[in-house]
């Protein structure tokens, strides 16, 4: 299991990737990618999630994506 918060302050003050999404949602839809430093690396283009709220849970590259950015 990854961890998982309510906020990103677990991931920021560590400087650790994690993802941004939805409490509700599915297929990435309102996902976003955040980096080691906290920028925005990658984004869902589709908002249909925004008002069910969100997790942080910690990013976990899956195989052959080691270049994301």
Excluded at 26 to 51: F, M
């Amino acid at each position: 299991m990854l961890p998982t918060y309510l906020e990103a302050d677990e991931f920021a003050k560590k400087g650790i990737p994690y993802v941004k999404k939805p409490t509700f949602g599915r297929e990435g839809d309102t996902v976003e990618v955040y980096d080691e430093t906290g920028e925005k690396a990658l984004e869902d283009v589709h908002k249909s999630y925004e008002e069910y709220g969100f997790v942080f849970q910690q990013y976990w590259m899956p195989c052959g994506r080691e270049n994301y950015k």
